[in-house]
């Protein structure tokens, strides 16, 4: 079942914070965050695997709800690089496979 | 971090004919790997889950005769469109798992069908 991104697009000066969140009506095994710039493939940013989880990498971070239905990526101080679409991919228990939210459009201005 | 490789980058074909797409793991074996079909604006919508030494497994609503996935090896997994149809025109990209879960994605293979 596709997991739900809000919200669908963003639009921010250079430097300030955005979060993306994503939902999901089933408990997950995992979620994982992935950027896709325009005429690329998607790129890794980071993955969750245990309730209350929280974890990032210089200003990209991200968390994992108690319930494990619910994540959120937090972008502080947002840069130019960071523009780009944000694609959660969640995987339900034993399902060995991500399904894809319909992702968040990130647009970074000067 | 691991590194996955598509060819062609793009690929232009008449309706009716096939085209083969290639998925390679350069530095690391990956007897799974995935198929996603993504079109414009839209997100990854997976096609199939390749598996080396077996059938592959479809998702609801693929046609397995007309996408046809072989995984030869630990480090080559195939898609071949078959009779392509204009409405197949779309970016095909493929993954594979990384020692941690994470999906290492190959660059894409942008498919137009005239």
């Known amino acids: 079942q596709q997991p739900v991104q809000s919200p669908q697009a963003v639009i921010l000066r250079e430097g300030e914070d955005a979060v993306i969140n994503c939902s999901s009506s089933?408990?997950?095994?995992?979620v994982h965050w992935y950027r896709q710039k325009h005429g690329e493939a998607p790129v890794f940013l980071m993955i969750l695997l245990k309730g209350g989880e929280q974890k990032g990498h210089e200003k990209i971070s991200a968390s994992f709800n108690e319930k494990k239905q619910q994540s959120s990526l937090y972008l502080t101080a947002s840069q130019l690089s960071y523009s780009g679409t944000y694609f959660c991919g969640t995987e339900e228990t034993g399902a060995q496979k991500l399904v894809f939210g319909q992702g968040t459009r990130l647009t970074i201005n000067p | 971090g691991a590194v996955v490789s598509q060819h062609p980058s793009w690929v232009i074909c008449k309706s009716g004919t096939s085209v083969k797409i290639e998925c390679r793991s350069l530095d690391f074996q990956a007897t799974t790997m995935f198929w996603y079909r993504q079109f414009p604006k839209q997100s990854l919508m997976l096609m199939a889950t390749?598996?080396?030494?077996?059938?592959?497994?479809?998702e609801q609503g693929v046609e397995k005769d007309k996408f046809l996935i072989n995984h030869a090896s630990l480090t080559l997994s195939t898609l071949t469109v078959t009779s392509a149809h204009p409405e197949d025109s779309s970016f095909y990209i493929c993954s594979a798992p990384g020692r941690n879960d994470e999906q290492y994605f190959g660059p894409g293979t942008r498919l137009t069908v005239t």
């Open positions: 089933k408990a997950l095994y995992s």
């Open positions: 390749s598996n080396e030494g077996s059938k592959a497994t479809y």
